[in-house]
């Protein structure tokens, strides 16, 4: 038996040997793995720190091991404390870096709690989401349809507006503009917004134009329509449209414009928006 070679005497400190190399041969492969890992103990300082952390943070440790939290340097504190699952670091070095971490409870060698940190990088990661997040809205940038009843939205709205302004200035033809409004005491299903929607396009002409441009508001373009035909189509929607949707509890309230020289399209839409708030106000 080991007591009977060595003695009781030499016992412990065989004991101790084996315990430091055991202790060394755990910070070493501490620092060699790849995920950062700092201690912290129950009076928030600083107890270790491995290498890859070292790295990542580029931050001097010899600064940030004992000393309180409040000692500590601004940023430090912030990118070590905060508690964040996700810090977003920026270097001269690295330029921007992302650390997804994770924070564990754990016991040191005398039965004190200590919090263990381990921090992964995710740079690459987070650099491909900001660039599939970044092409995804100049797609929607560019998208000129409204995703819920494939009419136009607001911007291919705009950009027809534009065009059908510049061609009354040129011609001095007539133009009106119609916004329609849904009315209604609760929210509407999205199957009642797109029957609305189409009863709306089935009484308009090849030649007008007809988009969404917010959640329950609709805008109509209509070229060579003059006050008389603008009139004729306000009273055709309120009486035809309500009754067309069998399961919409709503009613419909509209602004008119009609374009008048020296009109650009923000005057036209403002107008019209102007009416439809009045008849919201006195109906």
């Known amino acids: 038996m080991l007591q009977e070679r060595v003695g009781d005497a030499a016992l412990p400190m065989i004991e101790t040997k084996i315990m430091t190399e055991g202790h060394k041969f755990q910070t070493a492969w501490l620092d060699a793995c790849p995920t ?5 103990d129950a009076k928030e300082r600083i107890c270790w720190i491995n290498n890859p952390l070292r790295a990542m943070l580029e931050l001097d440790d010899e600064a940030l091991i004992g000393p309180a939290k409040e000692v500590l340097s601004a940023d ?4 070590l404390f905060a508690g964040d699952s996700l810090l977003h670091l920026r270097s001269d070095n690295h330029g921007e870096r992302w650390l ?40 929607d940038d560019l998208t000129l349809t409204d995703e819920l009843t494939g009419l136009a939205n607001k911007r291919a709205l705009i ?16 133009l009106s503009l119609m916004m329609v409004r849904i009315d209604s005491d609760k929210a509407l299903s999205d199957q009642t917004i797109l029957a609305i929607s189409h009863s709306l396009r089935d009484r308009l002409r090849w030649a007008d134009f007809i ?54 399209p923000r ?17």
């Open 36 to 40: 950062g890992i700092l201690v912290v």
């Open 211 to 264: 988009g969404r441009y917010e959640d329950d508001l609709f805008m109509l373009i209509l070229p060579e329509t003059n006050h008389e035909a603008l009139l004729i189509l306000q009273e055709k929607i309120l009486q035809e449209v309500p009754y067309s949707v069998p399961e919409g509890n709503f009613s419909l309230k509209l602004g008119l414009a009609e374009w008048q020289k020296g009109y650009d």
């Open 76 to 79: 430090a504190y912030q990118v």
């Open 267 to 283: 005057r036209l839409i403002d107008k019209a928006l102007q009416e439809l708030v009045q008849d919201e106000v006195t109906s």
């Open 100 to 139: 997804r971490c994770d924070i564990h409870q754990g016991e040191d060698d005398q039965q004190q709690a200590v919090y263990i940190h381990y921090y992964q990088d995710v740079s690459e990661q987070m650099a491909a989401q900001l660039a599939c997040d970044s092409l995804r809205q100049r797609v």
């Open 159 to 174: 950009h027809s507006l534009v065009s059908q302004v510049t061609r009354s200035r040129r011609y001095a033809n007539p």
